[in-house]
């Protein structure tokens, strides 16, 4: 569903993505892990055709985002970290401009974004102007918005930002309803504990390049550890001498 080949991206004399190779099935809910400045927002943005890369390419459920821009970005949704709003607009009206932008079908609208709106417990504030909101609330409309148009994939940065223990329970059971029902995750986060209950497979990213991925276990092997804390593996592999090894290992 989601296909990286040799991607890289520089910025002058940096190289903050640098020959990176991902295939990511459908249905999986994939983390993307790594210190700060590794390449994860680059990344982020190159898969959702918001830069181009220098070199390789991306690819949407088959669709090229070079060449087919438009198609392949109809396939995703997005769930930024901080939410970025019209905040003079209300939950309701905010979701109708996101619908129209997807060119979401006007008769079903409405039923699904009542639906969405009281999936994220903001149904009673659906007629409140969003500067009213909450940042918690912010989010959980975002995410609203992001699913308004029933992507085949979701790239979510930090999806837990802002939100309380039980909303965080809410949006890990509702991405794991969706993988069931085939959508695709793409998850940066720096919440350790977070990739290691929700992911199926984990990549770490340090100094733009893939240096693991797998499965937690298979990231053990890779790391040689002997904890199966995702914590310990990760600083293990980040904190090695010579963290770089090469990898092709796509996910199956």
């Given at each position: 569903?989601?296909?990286?080949?040799?991607i890289?991206?520089?910025?002058?004399?940096?190289?903050?993505?640098?020959?990176?190779?991902?295939?990511?099935p459908?249905?999986?809910?994939?983390?993307?892990?790594?210190?700060n400045?590794a390449?994860?927002?680059?990344?982020?943005?190159?898969?959702?055709?918001?830069?181009?890369?220098?070199?390789?390419?991306?690819?949407?459920?088959?669709?090229?985002?070079?060449t087919?821009?438009?198609?392949?970005?109809?396939?995703?949704?997005?769930i930024?970290?901080?939410?970025?709003?019209?905040?003079?607009l209300?939950?309701?009206?905010?979701?109708?401009?996101?619908a129209?932008?997807y060119?979401?079908?006007e008769?079903g609208f409405t039923?699904?974004?009542?639906?969405?709106?009281?999936?994220?417990?903001?149904?009673?504030?659906?007629?409140?102007?969003?500067?009213?909101y909450?940042?918690?609330?912010?989010?959980?409309?975002?995410?609203?918005?992001?699913?308004?148009?029933?992507?085949?994939?979701?790239?979510?940065?930090?999806?837990?930002?802002g939100?309380?223990?039980?909303?965080?329970r809410?949006?890990?059971?509702?991405?794991?309803?969706?993988?069931a029902?085939?959508v695709?995750?793409?998850?940066?986060?720096?919440?350790?504990?977070?990739?290691?209950?929700?992911c199926?497979?984990?990549?770490?990213?340090?100094?733009?390049?893939?240096?693991a991925t797998?499965?937690?276990?298979?990231?053990?092997?890779q790391?040689?550890?002997?904890s199966?804390?995702?914590?310990?593996v990760?600083?293990?592999?980040t904190?090695?001498?010579?963290?770089y090894?090469?990898?092709?290992?796509?996910?199956?």
């Amino acid at each position: 569903m989601i296909e990286l080949k040799n991607i890289t991206k520089r910025y002058g004399d940096v190289v903050a993505v640098n020959r990176l190779t991902l295939s990511i099935p459908r249905g999986s809910i994939f983390g993307f892990i790594g210190p700060n400045g590794a390449g994860k927002t680059t990344t982020i943005k190159l898969l959702g055709g918001v830069i181009e890369p220098d070199e390789g390419s991306v690819h949407i459920g088959g669709i090229p985002m070079k060449t087919e821009p438009e198609k392949a970005k109809q396939l995703i949704g997005f769930i930024p970290d901080r939410p970025y709003l019209y905040e003079k607009l209300t939950g309701m009206e905010f979701l109708k401009f996101t619908a129209d932008l997807y060119r979401v079908n006007e008769a079903g609208f409405t039923a699904k974004a009542e639906t969405l709106l009281k999936r994220f417990s903001l149904y009673d504030w659906k007629d409140e102007l969003i500067e009213a909101y909450s940042h918690g609330m912010k989010q959980r409309l975002i995410m609203s918005a992001a699913l308004i148009h029933d992507p085949q994939v979701m790239v979510v940065d930090e999806p837990m930002v802002g939100l309380d223990p039980a909303g965080i329970r809410m949006v890990k059971d509702l991405f794991r309803e969706l993988a069931a029902q085939g959508v695709t995750f793409f998850i940066s986060t720096h919440t350790l504990s977070i990739a290691q209950e929700l992911c199926d497979h984990i990549g770490i990213i340090q100094k733009g390049r893939l240096i693991a991925t797998g499965s937690l276990n298979d990231l053990i092997i890779q790391a040689n550890a002997t904890s199966d804390d995702l914590e310990a593996v990760f600083l293990k592999l980040t904190l090695e001498e010579n963290p770089y090894h090469p990898h092709e290992n796509l996910l199956k």
